[in-house]
């Protein structure tokens, strides 16, 4: 009697096994479906289009803008200039820097068109006390200026990336007296610093301290300690009152940064470049 009933009961485990191993896998799925069909469910991503970058060091933005000013054909012309329609992604530039103009405007993070002239005029003043600048120079205002955003990217990596505002006096007022004003600017969006300038001034080349011009500079830029830069390229600028510096990131590159003068329209720059 008691081996009648074992062997019911191993029967019937043993159905109960076979009955699992076929219906049980789907059951189970249709079980989970029922979690997840008919809902909405949402999850951040982090992707590289415009609006998020790394946070970069001071370095690395400085030579991450430099090669997206060299990449341009005519460097410092309008035309040269790549640009980015409305509703375009980064993904869609080509080459390996690209300098466009950023037609959907600040993000919400950057400095805006009515804050950059006031926040152009606390750089002004920042490097008029560090003696960058020459402390006759003017301040900037919206009726004499075009500002415009633009985004330095590294195409391959385009989370890498600047956003800069480039300040420019307006073509109709080139015939107007220049003396003592800005000609042009590239200007961070995110703090303000000013990384590249062109100023007339009452200045000689003679009074101008090439170091200690670039050694202020790069402590208000963060950066680190520049090293003069040797060469013996004569043609590498149009006048032959300038002095340039290199500085190194983490990764290797580096970026030159120029301290010049043209003569006869005493105007002192500050540039970068390879």
């Known amino acids: 009697m008691k081996k009648s009933i074992l062997s019911a009961a191993l029967l019937a485990l043993t159905v109960v096994v076979v009955g699992l191993s076929i219906w049980g896998p789907e059951a189970l799925a249709l079980y989970n479906d029922r979690g997840v069909l008919n809902q909405i469910k949402t999850q951040e991503e982090e992707t590289g289009g415009e609006g998020y970058r790394y946070q970069l060091s001071g370095n690395e933005k400085l030579y991450i803008l430099s090669q997206c000013l060299n990449a341009q054909d005519t460097p410092g012309t309008e035309q040269s200039l790549q640009t980015k329609e409305p509703g375009g992604s980064y993904q869609e530039l080509t080459g390996t820097y690209a300098f466009v103009v950023n037609h959907n405007g600040p993000s919400g993070k950057e400095i805006t068109d009515e804050e950059i002239y006031e926040t152009a005029n606390k750089g002004i003043a920042q490097l008029k ?63 303000g610093k000013i990384y590249e300038f062109y100023v007339r001034s009452q200045l000689e080349w003679e009074e101008i301290d090439a170091d200690m011009l670039v050694e202020k500079w790069s402590a208000y830029m963060g950066l680190t300690e520049p090293e003069e830069y040797e060469t013996d390229n004569p043609l590498l600028e149009t006048t032959p009152y300038y002095k340039k510096y290199v500085f190194s990131n983490a990764g290797g590159e580096r970026t030159v940064v120029t301290v010049g003068f043209y003569d006869g329209i005493n105007e002192l720059f500050l540039k970068i470049s390879k």
Not at 147 to 169: C, F, G, H, M, Q
Not at 180 to 187: F, P, V
């Open 129 to 191: 006390e560090l003696g960058i600048l020459p402390d006759a120079l003017k301040e900037v205002e919206p009726g004499s200026y075009d500002a415009t955003l633009y985004s330095a990217i590294d195409v391959p990596e385009p989370r890498n990336n600047v956003a800069v505002w480039k300040l420019s006096l307006l073509g109709s007022l080139q015939n107007a007296n220049k003396e003592n004003r800005l000609i042009d600017a590239y200007i961070d969006a995110d703090d």
